[in-house]
């Protein structure tokens, strides 16, 4: 076996503490060994260890994943559906099995369908496959900085600093709740103003959801008639959508040699005007910064940056480069997956009226006319079954946010090496035809039992898993629940006049995130 194979199996096994000592990760044993030499650690593991493999016999059960044959420089690219390559992946896996490799032009991809393969990668061996694959257009976005794209120390400093933040500012908890209710309260009226007369629920939900983040990031909402914010949020909204582009998708292939592309450009001109826009905001909270008054996650951040600086740290990840591209993902995951899962509940329910009667009909059971709270989800399990098979059904992000793996790994018997490009296919986990009962229908009783009890089902997994998981996710769920239960006990949503609610198509628009199809509903009143 090469050298290089040896010390990826050292690092695999031992923890390393300082230059002497390293813990084996089977035996939690502590071993002794000199610097720059490993001899100790191998003979550890061929005494006490010996199903640990290293001959290169090794190398017929290590072997890779299957995959089918690709082409020189295009790899499987002519094999692709470029609008939903999720779905062209979920057709190979019945082929060539949970654990298969395909090329993107000359670029290696292992791909993992349903959902025992996808939580055996990402929750049992969550070190193994926690870090993030950086495609070049996010690359271009991001340069390494920020939450969503990024690795190493600066990453795990910037969730660590967000999730405490949010938290600190009611994720999961009543403050968010109030923030939420009062921004309901705001869309309602923008649904009322319609009169029942069919309109596109997409720029109202929007604003609402981006409104959340916007008071936990800046410590205030803006107007919905406010130019600048609507500017903003259609920008943002347009730069999800385009990176999950045909387009996009060629550039992450060949990045040098179609650099020039009109959505590449279209991306970069968005995000450079929305960039000047935060730190025109930012800059207003840094001059009217009170150290005993945090508004949001701007205050702290700029708290933290300037103590650090004062310390005399060097090389702080509390920079303008991180705050900046931490605000925009906060941005970019809070608003757009919120706002489509709530969009495409609205749909479903307009195509569905015998389940929307039964929301309501529990909801007036239930809570009447009072305002419904969180505390209340358990008391309404239909309710709660409808909003997760509305995410369940949605499929908002349908391949996650691709992963990487960060150390040499075996799953299933298929060995990937470091540094190899891991898409989590989600759609294969939320449509996983052993897990559902009839995964490609709209069925709430997935998450029923026979007494009509609320029960979780393993296999849900819309925010992904593991270290790479949705930060946000208690705040979603919140949003969630709130805004659908607000919006049902108000209104009764239909189609058009003349539309039938069979010509309600669910097709989703295609981008980075699946969102609903451009349509139309009526919102009547039932007040």
Sequence with gaps: MSDTRKRSK???HFNFIDNTKAECRVCKKRISYRAGSTNNLHRHLRTVHPSVQWEDKTQSVEREPPG?????????????????????????SKKYGSVFTVYLGTSKVVVLAGYKTVKEALVNKAEEFGDRYISPIFYDISQGHGILFANGDSWKEMRRFALTTLRDF????????????????????MFEAHKGKPFDTTSPVNYATSNIISSIVYGSRFEYSDPRFRAM????????????????QVYNMFPRLVSWIKNRQLILQNLEMNIREIKELIMHLKETLNTNVYRGFVDCFLMRKQ????????????????????VANLFGAGTDTTAATLRWGLLLMAKYPHIQDQVQEELRRVVGSSQVRVEDRKNLPYTNAVIHEIQRLANIVPMAIPHKTARDVTLHGYFIKEGTTVFPLLTSVLYDESEWESPHTFNPSHFLDKEGKFIRRDAFMPFSAGRRSCLGESLAKMELFLFFTSLLQRFCFTPPPGVAVDELHLLPSVGFTLSPSPHKLCAASRQ
């Design 307 to 326: 103590k650090e600086e004062d310390s005399g740290v060097l090389n702080t990840h509390y920079n303008e480069k991180n705050m900046i591209c931490s």
């Design 170 to 189: 009611g994720m999961g908890k009543r403050i968010a709740e109030d923030k939420i209710l009062e921004e309901c309260n705001y869309l309602i009226q």
């Design 10 to 12: 050292i690092r695999n």
């Design 68 to 92: 089918p044959r690709h082409l020189p420089l295009l790899g499987n690219l002519l094999q692709l559906d470029l609008k939903r390559p999720d779905k062209t992946f979920c057709e190979l």
């Design 233 to 248: 949020v259609k920008r943002a909204n347009e730069n999800i959508r385009i990176t999950g582009s045909a387009q996009i």
